[in-house]
């Protein structure tokens, strides 16, 4: 029990409460042999989860001999937690909260395949209709909404904040799920929220809220956002099924470069209606690892003080898949 308190401590400060290989052809080579021919998989309703769910209506994952049963969790921390006490084998979540339970010693985790990353008007910071603000620059001493602190939602606000001349400590912040930022900003609760897709799109359509900057430029540009993940014990036991979930993945975000693929998915998965679908901002979508992108987010979350100091991502990455 007392390990279970810990584990939910230490992410509880990271999570978000909660924004291209391949071809089309089976590939069944070496898969008849996979460790494990069901895999349970925890997701959060989001638009990033799209090309998981391309490939398991494709039958991607099947034609790789794997069975992928989806779980939908609470949050972020639900994910990340359930995985280390052996719940899910791999988890769909944003990087701090990987990240910050391998710095941190929480467990010995591995990432798996990227998934998302920040593209233009897909983690936005947003005011109310009638909001006085005009420019980043004018949140000095303002509230933010963010979904909790240490988060991405938080550490991008403070790093477009600071490159525009501001001093992160004097934002002030109110936490809270994207689902009420809408309404906190039209009640004149928050100064201003930080959305990603598809609430982004569904505030403005609703309260005719403004985009008061965009959150994926200049030094926050392509900016990891999420991936998928699984225990080093897991991973080094049964390293053909990682690689057949590695393959399937390659496929379905290849597909996932086509929005037309993309969209109908949207109002199952992502919780949304067709007509805000059609107008959402897509994340870009990518499979392979890239220490040197990744540790952007580690840096970050090091300036902010998120972590305790520098920590190197590159041995949470496993070997690349096999070509092929």
């Known amino acids: 029990m007392r390990k279970l308190i ?3 401590v230490l992410l509880a400060s990271t ?9 089309n052809k089976a590939d069944t080579g070496s898969n008849s042999q996979v ?3 069901t895999i349970t998989v925890a997701v959060l309703p989001t638009v ?6 391309l490939g398991i209506r494709n039958g991607y994952f099947k034609d790789l001999g794997l069975e992928v049963k989806v779980e939908v969790a609470a949050s972020g921390q639900a994910t990340v937690t359930g995985m280390i006490n052996g719940q899910y084998d791999i988890v769909y979540s944003t990087y701090p909260p ?3 339970a391998q710095a941190k010693k929480v467990a010995d985790l591995r990432l798996v395949a990227d998934n998302s990353f920040a593209a233009p008007k897909t983690a936005v910071i947003v005011t109310g209709s009638h909001s006085p603000l005009s420019s980043i620059k004018d949140l000095a001493g303002k509230t ?5 602190r240490g988060t991405l939602a938080d550490l991008m606000v403070k790093s477009a904040f600071a490159t525009n001349g501001g001093d992160p400590n004097t934002l002030k912040w109110a936490e809270m799920p994207f689902t009420d930022m809408t309404a906190a900003l039209d009640r004149g609760q928050v100064d201003a929220a930080m959305l990603v897709e598809p609430f982004v799109t569904a505030a403005q359509k609703s309260t005719g809220a403004t985009i008061l900057a965009d959150l994926a430029t200049g030094p926050l540009n392509d900016l990891p956002f999420t991936a998928y993940a699984g225990t080093a014990k897991f991973v080094d036991a049964n390293p053909k099924t990682v690689q057949a979930f590695q393959k399937a993945m390659q496929r379905a975000t290849n597909d996932a ?3 037309t693929k993309i969209e109908p998915l949207l109002p199952q998965y992502a919780k949304v209606d067709q007509q805000t679908a059609a107008l959402t901002n897509l994340p870009g979508f ?3 690892l890239d220490a040197t992108r990744i540790q952007r987010v580690a840096d970050l979350m090091n300036q902010f003080g998120v972590l305790p100091g520098k920590f190197d991502v590159r041995p949470m990455l496993p070997p690349p898949p096999p070509a092929g």
């Open 35 to 37: 460790e494990r021919s």
């Open 257 to 259: 470069a086509d929005r």
């Open 15 to 23: 999570l978000t409460g909660c924004g291209l290989l391949g071809d």
């Open 6 to 8: 810990l584990i939910a």
């Open 286 to 288: 990518r499979t392979t």
């Open 48 to 53: 990033e989860i799209a090309p998981l769910q």
């Open 144 to 148: 933010v909404a963010v979904t909790a």
């Open 98 to 100: 990987i990240i910050a």
